[in-house]
């Protein structure tokens, strides 16, 4: 049927509540059926009385119960991955109501590490523009130990950052995967041959860096370890001034694989390949733990899952490290999650 002709047909009359869904997700995520009924602050008779109902309309068996806990079924499992998708676009539909709400004049001020800054949030704020164009945001390009900070004393109310370090005082959301990756110019010895090289070799290397407390140098120097070199060859303040150097033939650099696309393309400058490296890194968004951003920023953040998404087709939105679907966390907190070993359901 025509996605037209679907739009057109009311809803049947056995369409689950939404929030009986909320409560088969909380009992799937806490593996408790009373634990799930303290959360929703309601009665565990009413919330098995709810369950109850919810298999009653689906003609499903959705949980087992037993004295240790309740676990879903299998078809309990594939309806919470569909109701997953029912509950997050109604919190969408909230957020984005909210958000045309009170926009008029409205301000958002983000700090975002230069990656995000330079190759991600110009794309993300046309998107955010056309949705609320009624909305000013301030951005502000930084290192990502400025943008934290500039998150922990109140000065914006969203940062996106691309360190590797906890800052267990903020909340926050995984946006995106980013891969680091070492380059050259077309003269540097490493250019000439398809041998990788290996973490000593990178670590001994004349090294253009970022400055310290560089999202990208606090990776570098994670994953090298003991091996790590403190002191660079050259150290610069931006990943364009970087590029520059490197393809003048100062050395090798470790950036973002966002930052050099066009440079890799057109062959100003050359991958190196490393072997027994994990150069992968999580690009974040975090704010106060204790005051949540503005409606507008949980629209930013939508945005940016959405075109992450479809940029790489894979999950890539965690909250403090626990995996979770495709999309940003909810900015009250509860998100969320799937058993680790379940796939997404697909829609029958």
């Known amino acids: 049927m025509e996605r037209d002709k679907l739009d057109a047909v009311p809803l049947p009359s056995g369409t689950p509540d939404l929030a009986d869904l909320d409560l088969l997700l909380s ?18 008779p009413s919330a098995s009385a ?20 309740s ?45 995000v800054a330079e190759y991600l949030m110009p794309r993300w704020l046309v998107t955010l523009r056309r949705e609320l164009p009624d909305l000013t945001v301030a951005l502000r390009a930084e290192n990502s130990h400025d943008v934290v900070e500039l998150v922990r004393t109140e000065e914006v109310d969203l940062g996106f950052i691309e360190d590797p370090a906890a800052h267990d005082d903020l909340c926050e959301v995984m946006v995106a995967d980013d891969e680091l990756v070492v380059v050259t110019g077309r003269g540097h010895p490493w250019a000439g041959t398809d041998t990788p090289i290996t973490a000593a070799e990178l670590a001994a290397g004349r090294l253009v860096l970022r400055e310290r407390g560089s999202g990208t140098r606090e990776t570098l120097h994670r994953v090298l ?8 060859h050259l150290e610069l303040s931006s990943t364009t001034a970087i590029k520059e150097a490197v393809g003048a033939g100062a050395g090798a650099a470790v950036v973002s694989a966002l930052a050099v696309e066009r440079e890799l393309r057109t062959g100003r400058l050359v991958r190196i390949p490393v072997t027994g490296l994990e150069l992968t890194r999580r690009l974040r968004a975090v704010w106060r733990r204790r005051a949540a951003p503005p409606p507008q920023a949980e629209v930013l953040l939508r945005i940016a899952a959405r075109d992450t998404a479809t940029s790489t087709s894979t999950s890539t939105a965690t909250v403090s490290g626990a995996p979770a679907r495709g999309k940003p966390a909810r900015l009250d907190g509860r998100e969320r999650k799937r058993h680790p070993d379940q796939a997404a359901p697909r829609r029958p």
Request: aromatic residues 2%; positive net charge; charged residues 25%.
């Open 71 to 115: 676990r879903l079924t299998q078809a309990g499992l594939s309806v919470a991955g569909w109701a997953r998708e029912v509950v997050d676009a109604a919190s969408d539909l909230l957020a984005g109501a909210t958000a045309l709400r009170t926009v008029d004049n409205g301000w958002l001020r983000v700090a975002a590490s230069m990656t």
């Open 27 to 44: 009992v799937e995520r806490l593996g408790s059926l009373g634990r799930a009924a303290r959360e929703h602050m309601i009665s565990q």
């Open 225 to 232: 370890g003991e091996l790590r070199a403190d002191d660079p």
């Open 50 to 69: 709810r369950i109850k109902l919810l298999e009653r309309r689906l003609g499903l068996v959705l949980l087992e119960r037993s004295p240790s806990g």
